[in-house]
């Protein structure tokens, strides 16, 4: 397979509509179909179901779009690393989610600066769910992820730290004077609701979230409270209040690269991390 089929591929895979992967490809829908109609005499399999009005995949296109993806994020790290590497100076990049590691991340990068051999750490803060493909397409070297709500599958860990949860609300909440809680007793309450790895969102009472920032602001504005590591009670704002949650499921700080990895300096960081 060219890897020019599989991006054409999983682009109709992902609308499901010719036209609007056409559109997002920047070419004519007629060579996009002819190349998806190459590609299935090529594997000499079905990968799509077309009618006149829907595109869906059959279970061999399931599988094509999941291999399709993981094939296309190795080609782009490939490259990105590539360049990396002929810029002169070595550096690794760690990715973490925005407001989350807030005391285990400058700790981490104060130690291992202090190692002989360190290099520069260049530090990509992203949004909820986005640290696993950015290490898969070589954005980052190394991430920060948090089960059991990141996923590390296929991923390369070790787990740092492990946690209880506490429930964020804003001040003067009726639970506020609680000394503690547990699950059941915030059964409805407007918890929120973060994106999926396609985009799309739970349902549910809560508020769709995009990252800590706008979560914050809307559990002080009353319109949200959010179950959060225990850890996020040191940097919480003043017009927010805390309760321990009991019988919480657990929160595990792993750092995570990708397998193939062979960089020593990246060894040295993980070395660094577990040492911590």
Avoid: N
Wanted: hydrophobic residues 40%; charged residues 25%; contains cysteine.
């Amino acid at each position: 397979m060219e890897t020019r089929e599989l991006r054409y591929f999983v682009a109709v895979a992902e609308e499901l509509h010719f036209g609007r992967a056409a559109e997002r490809l920047g070419i004519a829908q007629p060579p996009l179909s002819r190349a998806i109609k190459q590609l299935e005499r090529r594997l000499g399999v079905q990968l799509l179901e077309r009618t006149s009005r829907t595109v869906e995949l059959t279970e061999a296109g399931k599988v094509l779009l999941r291999e399709g993806r993981a094939a296309l994020d190795a080609v782009d790290a490939a490259a990105r690393r590539t360049r990396r590497a002929a810029a002169g100076e070595p550096k690794l990049v760690l990715v973490t989610k925005a407001g989350a590691s807030g005391e285990l991340l400058p700790k981490l990068l104060d130690a291992y600066a202090a190692e002989p051999g360190a290099v520069s750490v260049e530090v990509l803060l992203c949004g909820i769910g986005q640290q696993e493909r950015l290490l898969r397409d070589g954005r980052a070297d190394v991430g920060l992820l948090h089960r059991p709500f990141d996923s590390t599958t296929g991923l390369d860990i070790e787990e740092l730290s492990t946690e209880g949860q506490i429930l964020v609300l804003p001040k003067d909440h009726p639970l506020e004077s609680r000394t503690d809680l547990r699950m059941a007793d915030i059964a409805g309450l407007p918890l929120p609701r973060w994106p999926h790895s396609d985009g799309g969102y739970p349902d549910g009472p809560g508020p769709e979230v995009h990252d800590h920032a706008q979560l914050l602001q809307l559990i002080a504005l009353g319109r949200a409270v959010a179950l959060l590591p225990e850890t996020a009670r040191t940097h919480l704002r003043r017009d927010l209040a805390f309760v321990p949650i009991l019988d919480a499921p657990t929160v595990t700080t792993v750092i995570a690269w990708p397998p193939h990895s062979r960089s020593l300096a990246l060894a040295g960081l993980i070395q660094t991390a577990t040492r911590l």
